[in-house]
């Protein structure tokens, strides 16, 4: 089935005018209100397309069972160590991998490359390349810097990509923040647009965020007065429409922690391994509760959202780190290994869980030209390229024009085959043919095989042709 939306306002459409046709491969479609008199209710849950992932963050090194994460039925977990994925039969699975700006390229391509080839023979899914490098802490204690990061994403997607396509590239989870005096922290708005303007959305296959909800509910409004919240989300996703990336955002990291005076522990601002955490606070209701309306906020009004991962586990295990350390009180599971509340109802709420499958989309100039019957020559029409909102992979599109014959302008179109993401050009070739004035439609048909299904669609224009000298 086909949906073909035009869009008219927004970010994107100040930087260019684009039309995005959609090919959803799912079993139910989520129409969009188009025609006149149709109804703009919002509809059931059960009948929007699924897309969204549920995952949680399970450390190494605890005593804590695996069997866990199929306890909360999650079908994803984040894990550390690569030793971990034995864990975790018939989930998918992403794996962190650090990196750091190297003193020595060739040594670190060897190394990674060294790296890639051990994860591509394991069963893990996708790869996250670092985490929160916008942090100095995480950036090897030097002033973050999107542009250097950028340079790292594209060595790393590169290398993954020639080793192992399968692998799902994921860009490291930016932390929501504001920027620093001393920019150890870079807010995250700033850095993404660093990153975009830099050409970093052809580097990953889907963007990784940490929409945190600090101490406020996952509806809140980002451009309030506390812009730090889960629907950030919302900010950052018309960066990337504004830089024309039609990608999937994975959340993965995010949250809320529990105030550990309920469990007796008590912690304040001025514990080390607290400060700055304290007004972050939440009961373990609130916890609960604010995790899974997260789950379902973005089911109903992020169709572009992928996997979601909660943090954590299993922090509370990590006898090794404080008590009061903030890590810990994020955690699914008590002190004791006993559930949470949070546990508990991330369990038992409704799952809307992707089928994993690609949502193409065509975002196409308007195609429309005009030739001349007293010079003609090969004309450039427009271009559209081939972008996948629904879940990563690795694909490849036929681009076949329609020639209609009878005195029709010849199209032609470069490439002929096309990788999600690639511009194809669209051209009108009047040479050599016999033209009659007018206008002539023109079709462009783009054809793919998903799983054996094949999917295709027809991008459309026009073509009018005159008696009257120009362009020659």
């Not at 010079?375 to 996948?388: D, I, T, W």
């Not at 629904?390 to 694909?395: A, E, K, V």
Request: proline fraction near 8%; hydrophobic fraction near 40%.
């Amino acid at each position: 089935m086909i949906t073909i939306l035009r869009r008219t306002g927004g970010a994107l459409a100040a930087r260019r005018t684009r039309r995005l046709y959609h090919v959803f491969l799912c079993t139910a479609l989520l129409m969009a209100a188009l025609a006149p008199g149709a109804s703009t209710a919002q509809p059931a849950p059960q009948d929007i397309p699924p897309h969204l992932g549920y995952g949680v963050h399970f450390g190494p090194n605890t005593n804590v069972s695996p069997a866990r994460v199929n306890e909360l039925g999650m079908d994803w977990v984040k894990i550390y160590e690569l030793g971990q994925v034995g864990l975790f039969p018939g989930r998918r699975i992403l794996l962190r991998v650090d990196v750091a700006w190297p003193d020595n390229w060739s040594q670190f391509r060897a190394d990674f490359t060294q790296r890639i080839r051990a994860i591509a023979g394991t069963s893990v899914e996708a790869v996250e390349i670092h985490n929160e490098p916008n942090l100095r802490h995480e950036w090897g204690g030097r002033t973050p810097n999107a542009w250097q990061y950028t340079q790292l994403l594209r060595v790393t997607y590169t290398i993954t990509k020639s080793i192992a396509p399968r692998l799902i590239v994921v860009s490291g989870g930016l932390a929501p923040t504001v920027t620093t005096p001393d920019r150890s922290a870079i807010s995250d708005l700033e850095y993404a647009e660093e990153m975009f303007a830099n050409g970093a959305g052809q580097w990953f296959d889907a963007f990784g965020y940490h929409p945190y909800g600090y101490n406020l509910p996952p509806e809140a409004d980002p451009f309030q007065s506390q812009p730090l919240v889960f629907r950030r989300t919302e900010r950052i996703r018309a960066l990337m429409e504004e830089y024309g990336i039609q990608k999937q955002i994975w959340m993965t990291e995010f949250g809320w922690m529990r105030d550990p005076g309920e469990e007796g522990v008590m912690c304040s601002d001025n514990d080390p391994s607290f400060h700055g955490f304290a007004w972050m606070r939440v009961s373990g209701e609130a916890q609960a509760d604010y995790l899974v309306r997260a789950f379902q906020y973005a089911h109903e009004n992020w169709p572009w959202a992928g996997p979601m991962f909660v943090w954590n586990m299993n922090w509370q295990q990590m006898n090794w780190i404080e008590p009061c350390n903030h890590m810990r009180w994020f955690s699914l599971l008590r002190p004791s290994g006993e559930p949470t509340l949070a546990f508990r109802r991330l369990a038992g709420m409704t799952h809307y869980r992707s089928d994993y499958l690609p949502r193409l989309t065509l975002a196409a100039d308007p195609l429309a030209g005009q030739v001349s019957l007293l010079c003609p020559e090969r004309q450039l029409l427009g271009a559209f390229s081939v972008e996948n909102l629904g879940y990563p992979m690795t694909l490849e599109v036929s681009i076949q024009p329609v020639n209609l014959g009878g005195g029709a302008p010849f199209i032609e179109v470069e490439p002929a085959r096309a990788r999600v993401g690639q511009k194809v050009q669209v051209f009108v070739n009047p040479e050599g043919l016999t033209l009659v004035p007018g206008q002539y439609p023109l079709y462009v048909n783009v054809r793919a095989t998903v799983n054996g299904q094949p999917l295709s669609l027809t991008v459309q224009g026009s073509v009018t042709v005159w008696h009257d000298e120009f362009g020659c």
